[in-house]
Nanobody, 121 residues
Framework: QVQLVESGGGLVQPGGSLRLSCAAS????????MGWYRQAPGKERELVAS???????NYADSVKGRFTISRDNAKNTVYLQMNSLKPEDTAVYYC???????????????WGQGTQVTVSS
């Protein structure tokens, strides 16, 4: 069974940095696009950034120039480097990936469990 396991959240002061990681575990699967979403209290989940297998990236306007998404295909891992953090970045961050769990099967969206990021002084 394929699972996405996230790490790296926490409490940081405004202007600080955090790095999130998300690793896919299991065997026999294939990964296409990977991404990070976030959901703040009382708000809908929104896309933060995504990255294709060849590292073509896409960012929400609110994080452009501050966040960087990257991936290591050999490790089935995606990262989100977050710099110049603002209080409005506070949210639960979720990793997502388009995964084919068995060779030749359809791709479906898999989600991580979420990690809390709190930006506060």
């Amino acid at each position: 069974q394929v699972q996405l396991v996230e790490s790296g959240g926490g409490l940081v002061q405004p202007g600080g940095s955090l790095r999130l990681s998300c690793a896919a575990s299991g065997s026999g699967f294939s990964i296409n696009t990977m991404g990070w979403y976030r959901q703040a209290p009382g708000k809908e989940r929104e896309l933060v950034a995504s990255i294709t297998p060849r590292s073509s990236t896409n960012y929400a306007d609110s994080v452009k120039g501050r966040f960087t998404i990257s991936r290591d295909n050999a490790k089935n891992t995606v990262y989100l480097q977050m710099n110049s953090l603002k209080p409005e970045d506070t949210a639960v961050y979720y990793c997502a990936a388009a995964i084919s769990p068995v060779f030749g099967s359809r791709y479906g969206t898999y989600w991580g469990q979420g990690t809390q990021v709190t930006v506060s002084s």
